[in-house]
T-cell receptor, first 109, second 115 residues
Framework: GQNIDQPTEMTATEGAIVQINCTYQTSGFNGLFWYQQHAGEAPTFLSYNVLDGLEEKGRFSSFLSRSKGYSYLLLKELQMKDSASYLCAVTDSNYQLIWGAGTKLIIKP | ETGVTQTPRHLVMGMTNKKSLKCEQH?????MYWYKQSAKKPLELMFV???????ENNSVPSRFSPECPNSSHLFLHLHTLQPEDSALYLC??????????????FGPGTRLTVT
């Protein structure tokens, strides 16, 4: 079967750095997405990785290792508004998006 | 504003009721999706439409019936639902379903409670 694993919940301190991991086992691979979802709101796109390596976008970076079936989202200089759920999703060989259950990130002052 | 709107935002219905959820996208996209989101579970893809044709139906019970009259509008018709159908129903759109970096744009969702 196809599976995406992410931690259920993480806690971090304002101003710090946090890394949210995602491992996947899917039928093929055609890209990996990270989305942010604030409570009661729609998921919004953060990043897309299809090649190995690090993609940096401001305070957020996303890393991919296809050989390890592994990605992480790195958030720097955490702000209270970063409290949200972070969803990892992989496009499989049929171009279907397989979603993880999301990681709830709690930021403390 | 994400460019995808959904109505109603909240819906409470009995198991014998019939109701419809509406989604509209203002982005000129060709693909639209219905998802079910339950607490602490992955997003469940229900239906996919590409250019108004249904291309995906992930073993969804027949009490959920989608309709896509044009590329901008998507409906989900509900009848004789069960309490376990209570969830957040999200609509999304993307430029195409062909993969690549086409991210999906989500609406705010309809919070459905079946009593």
């Amino acid at each position: 079967g196809q599976n995406i694993d992410q931690p259920t919940e993480m806690t971090a301190t304002e101003g710090a750095i946090v890394q949210i991991n995602c491992t996947y086992q899917t039928s093929g691979f055609n890209g990996l997405f990270w989305y942010q979802q604030h409570a009661g709101e729609a998921p919004t796109f953060l990043s897309y990785n299809v090649l190995d390596g690090l993609e940096e976008k401001g305070r957020f970076s996303s890393f991919l290792s296809r050989s390890k079936g592994y990605s992480y989202l790195l958030l720097k200089e955490l702000q209270m508004k970063d409290s949200a759920s972070y969803l990892c999703a992989v496009t499989d060989s049929n171009y279907q998006l397989i979603w993880g259950a999301g990681t709830k990130l709690i930021i403390k002052p | 504003e994400t460019g995808v709107t959904q109505t109603p935002r909240h819906l409470v219905m009995g198991m014998t009721n019939k109701k419809s959820l509406k989604c509209e996208q203002h982005l000129g996209h060709n693909a639209m999706y219905w998802y079910k989101q339950s607490a602490k579970k992955p997003l469940e893809l229900m239906f996919v439409y590409s250019l108004e044709e249904r291309v995906e139906n992930n073993s969804v019970p027949s009490r959920f019936s989608p309709e896509c009259p044009n590329s901008s509008h998507l409906f989900l018709h509900l009848h004789t639902l069960q309490p376990e159908d209570s969830a957040l129903y999200l609509c999304a759109s993307s430029q195409s379903i062909a993969g690549g970096p086409d991210e999906q744009y989500f609406g705010p969702g309809t919070r459905l409670t079946v009593t």
